[in-house]
């Protein structure tokens, strides 16, 4: 069974500063995926990371993925408040198989 | 271009009724997937749904059943709704041909009372 784990689930940050959140993921896999979701709404794509090695950027994100490691990351730089926000990683199983398995979360708040 | 559709966007029932919960796909996608997302949870797979058959199917019970149209769009139905089916239900359309990127709707917030 895919497993998808990331952490930490809670981060209160300052604005300006630098973080990561991790998600690693129990089984090999196609495509991992990252998506933003604001309180009470439905969630936004951020990222699609389809090899190893794999590095996108949009803005303060930035998104890799090791695939050896079965390991990404979400890389925040100088965050704003408008980041605030839940993010989740999702990975498929692969193999023609697409219903995502997703991680609990992480939920970053910051601060002024 | 309209983007993902659910209706209704909210909902109120109780134990033991049932739900119809509706979803019309991004334009040119041909594949809908539906999941639960319980409160302060990453949302579970239901099921997807590619030409009009069930294609993939998460661990929920058959209470949980759905169908797509011919024009791609799908509705999600639950039987014999417990207190535990309260959730935000959401859908996801993708094109098969291109598994690269599902877009989510904007969801319908079940609660069984």
């Known amino acids: 069974e895919l497993k998808v784990e990331q952490n930490p689930l809670f981060l209160s940050m300052q604005e300006g500063k630098n973080y990561t959140i991790y998600c690693n993921y129990s089984?090999?896999?196609?495509?991992l995926y990252w998506y933003r979701q604001d309180p009470g709404k439905s969630l936004e794509s951020l990222f699609v990371?389809?090899?190893?090695?794999a590095v996108k950027q949009e803005g303060r994100l930035m998104a890799s993925l090791d695939t050896k490691a079965r390991l990404s990351t979400l890389h925040i730089t100088a965050a704003v408040h408008d980041l605030s926000a839940t993010y989740f990683c999702?990975?498929?199983?692969?193999?023609?198989?697409?219903?995502?398995?997703f991680g609990k979360g992480t939920h970053l708040i910051i601060q002024p | 271009d309209a983007g993902v559709t659910q209706s209704p966007t909210h909902l109120i029932k109780t134990r033991g009724q049932q739900v119809t919960l509706r979803c019309s796909p991004k334009?040119?996608?041909?594949?809908v997937s539906w999941y639960q997302q319980a409160l302060g949870q990453g949302p579970q797979f239901i099921f997807q749904?590619?030409?009009?058959?069930?294609?993939q199917r998460g661990n929920f019970p058959d209470r949980f059943s759905g169908h797509q149209f011919p024009n791609y769009s799908s509705e999600l139905n639950v039987n014999a709704l417990l207190l535990g089916d309260s959730a935000l239900y959401l859908c996801?359309?993708?094109?098969?041909?291109?598994?690269?990127?599902?877009?989510f709707g904007p969801g319908t917030r079940l609660l069984v009372l």
């Open positions: 334009s040119g996608h041909d594949t």
């Open positions: 089984t090999t896999s196609d495509r």
């Open positions: 749904y590619y030409e009009e058959e069930e294609r």
């Open positions: 999702a990975v498929d199983s692969g193999g023609g198989a697409d219903g995502l398995t």
């Open positions: 996801a359309s993708s094109l098969l041909a291109d598994r690269e990127t599902q877009y």
């Open positions: 990371l389809l090899s190893n090695g």
